[in-house]
């Protein structure tokens, strides 16, 4: 994917409401914002953007691993980094505390500092459900999120014990095989799968599954409008 000029500022709308940037922000916002997407698997995210008619530019690896790369973008979309998880980790958390917007998805792991709670290891697992009542998942499918293509033997879950950070998603034992059920369990529910917090002066959305690979196959059409 070249990289291509911003434009279309409005369209951004929906993934603003994502994100949830405060609209003091978004008021003193005067150039287009920019998207960045990168990653090793990033075909999911580029159609889901494409599909919305959302600009977007592409993040080079080098660029994922270094805090002044991701400045560049007003808001980066990551899927799982070709090399150096723990680089692009830290480089991630110190762009969303300076006031970045950043989207990523496991094997990068947000710290204890970014979002507190307890941490389910990455293992076999069921699909997801939206969480209902939230108003970023509003209007969205209610029907289970197949998870299997991305890797459902590798999921992960953080169990926030901060009440500010929004649960967007929960893993579901709804029609899991035996050996799936019961290890993503969060007080007699399921344990979140999708969630997102406001760190230092941004905001992150962090997913146990890997959302790029989930939105690139057609079983999950309903993982598109959630990025988007």
């Not at 998805?105 to 389910?120: F, L």
């Not at 290890?183 to 230092?200: E, N, S, T, V, W």
Request: hydrophobic share 40%; charged share 15%.
């Amino acid at each position: 994917m070249l990289r291509t000029p911003s434009h279309r500022p409005g369209s951004l709308w929906p993934l603003l409401l994502l994100v949830a940037v405060p609209l003091p922000a978004m008021a003193a916002q005067t150039q287009a914002w920019r998207i960045g997407v990168g990653g090793d698997l990033p075909t999911g995210f580029l159609g889901a953007l494409s599909i919305y008619g959302l600009p977007h530019e592409a993040i080079l690896d080098s660029e994922m691993t270094s805090t002044d790369g991701l400045s560049q973008f007003q808001i980066v979309i990551l899927s799982r980094p070709s090399y150096s998880v723990p680089e692009v980790t830290a480089a991630v958390e110190q762009y969303v505390r300076s006031g970045g917007c950043a989207v990523y998805e496991y094997p990068c792991v947000p710290s204890e500092a970014m979002i507190p709670g307890r941490r389910i290891p990455p293992q076999k697992g069921p699909d997801m459900l939206y969480e209902a009542g939230n108003p970023v998942t509003a209007g969205l499918t209610d029907a289970v999120l197949p998870t299997g293509r991305a890797g459902g033997n590798d999921l992960t879950s953080i169990i926030p014990t901060d009440p500010q950070v929004k649960v967007l998603a929960r893993y579901t034992d709804e029609g899991a095989k035996p050996e799936r059920k019961g290890k993503f369990l969060d007080a007699g529910k399921g344990a979140p799968a999708i969630i997102m917090a406001h760190y230092g002066r941004g905001t992150v959305v962090w997913s146990g599954v890997r959302l790029s690979i989930c939105a690139a196959f057609d079983d999950n059409r309903n993982i598109a409008p959630f990025i988007a």
